[in-house]
């Protein structure tokens, strides 16, 4: 989800004129590889100014890559999802903390990211951002277009002050056209740009994905767009802006469907459920306790799959014997596989099925997803140790390198947990000036 810019008093936006203490970095072209770890983007800094969901996506998916991101947060509110629950993480008694916990959206998407609790309505803010822009490779925001001009974070000022920069915009509607200065969410885009229309049952409304697939595909495409931004930049030697709109990546991942329309100048075919609008059969169908997916993609794995459910007469039905015979008399096959599919339960037929060479599958909820096999057997579940939250079990990154080893190699940050790292270490801010700035608000 993309969500407008704060209303911040203003002001605010000049530049300070007193010396906060920070050291001059010196710009590199080029990352190099942190010593002992061959992940593909260690060396690169991320300055990540993104929350919710599409722009944290994007970053965590750097940060898994081997990136350092550094989360900028509001000092006392911190990302939007740190309140969006239940459920929450529940604080150990060790870790001294009250309240809730930290909440399961916002670590679903901030793993291998440091926090620096942070406000840019103060000119201190924004020198610290000018100074963390200088001596990063990425910055990725997902204000209004035009709400980070205000406080001289926008990308043209921010190239001037390092022209290597890749800067990703994520915003609703783009940086320009007629909505550009709409507020995008998930759930609005889907509506308005196709996928709504082309989800649910056949006679029933249309429904929204079960997650908000808009702003993931948006993260996907924003971090794709950044590494090849990075490669541009190995050859040019400067970076350049990204305006990524969640309304052009959900038109974009219509795909074929899309396709169809253009080509055939036709109204897409509506909503199909588990079916395929031209494969019959190839839908979810009812067992005894659940859901089974059958796939007869052609006229062989048809006639298999009539063997399997005991019916090999089907196959010779002259109703049934092609697909396009199958796609004409959809309704009168489909209830008849599903008077069969209810007698054995949903483990039952995947047993019947097992080595047929057609494609079938439980229909799982989340729990089952996550407990699956497989689902194990490929490591997509990590247990991490959470500063304040104790064991806790995380999503794994999902690509296998062959040479390297994409992890979660730190659990998702407490609010602030690396506001003094970042601003000692990095920035060479003695431990008086930190304290300053944090009994002034800037910092948390």
Known sequence: MFLPALRLASGRHAMPRVAIGMRTVCRRNLATSAPGTNL?????????????LAGPYCTQILGD????VIKIEHPTRGDDTRAWGPPYAAYTESSGKNGSGESAYFLAVNRNKKSLGLSFQHPSGVAILH??????????????????????????????????LVYASITGYGQDGPYSDRAGYDVMVEAEMGLMHITGHREGPPAKVGVAITDLTTGLYT???????????VKTGRGQHLDVALSDCQVASLANIASSCLISGKPDSGRWGTAHPSIVPYKGFKTKDGDVMLGGGNDRLYGVLCQRLGKPEWAADARFVTNADRVKNRHTLEKLIESVTRTKTTQEWLDVLEGSGMPYAAINDI???????????RGMVTEVDHPSCGPMKLLSPPVKFSDSNPSIRAPPPTLGQHTNEVLMEMLGMSSNEVEELRSSGVVA
């Open 131 to 164: 100074q963390l822009a200088k001596d990063c490779d990425v910055l990725v925001e997902n204000y209004l277009p035009g709400s980070l001009k205000k406080y001289n974070m926008d990308y043209e000022t921010l190239s001037k002050i390092n022209p290597a």
């Open 223 to 233: 971090c794709n767009s950044v590494m090849a931004a990075l490669l541009g930049r």
């Open 40 to 52: 593909p983007l260690a060396g690169i800094k991320v300055l990540d100014m993104t929350r919710v």
């Open 65 to 68: 890559l081997g990136a350092e």
């Open 367 to 377: 729990k089952g997803t996550l407990e699956h096999e497989h689902v194990l057997a």
